[in-house]
Nanobody, 120 residues
Framework: VQLQASGGGLVQPGGSLRLSCAASGSIYSITHMGWYRQAPGKQRELVARVTNGGITNYQDSVQGRFTISGDFVKRAVYLQMNIVKPEDAAVYYC???????????????YGQGTLVTVSS
């Protein structure tokens, strides 16, 4: 299973960036996908999450600025980042989780991360 994230880079404060992530390999019955981030010296934190039923939730600090969307048929998740702030700078990791259809066991996979730098 591989989650390939892309779209990170340098963005100016107030600017926009769109992150994409696609899952490949033997990953099925995905029930939720999301984005986490980790800034230097800080713990990894949930940024946004979307379920296969279309329910979304956001970290308070990004509410109203970021939009998560998921295509569960394509096994892809996106994060539109608007009005980016310096405190949004971090490595962003995509996540896909669900329940193994054969064993019933839950699973969560994470991508390798894509770096978002915020600077003027």
């Amino acid at each position: 299973v591989q989650l390939q994230a892309s779209g990170g880079g340098l963005v100016q404060p107030g600017g926009s960036l769109r992150l994409s992530c696609a899952a490949s390999g033997s990953i099925y019955s995905i029930t939720h996908m999301g984005w986490y981030r980790q800034a230097p010296g800080k713990q990894r934190e949930l940024v946004a999450r979307v379920t296969n039923g279309g329910i979304t939730n956001y970290q308070d600090s990004v509410q109203g600025r970021f939009t998560i969307s998921g295509d569960f048929v394509k096994r892809a998740v996106y994060l539109q980042m608007n009005i980016v702030k310096p405190e949004d700078a971090a490595v962003y990791y995509c996540n896909a989780g669900g329940r193994n259809p054969r064993t019933g066991h839950p699973y969560d996979y994470y991508g390798q991360g894509t770096l978002v730098t915020v600077s003027s």
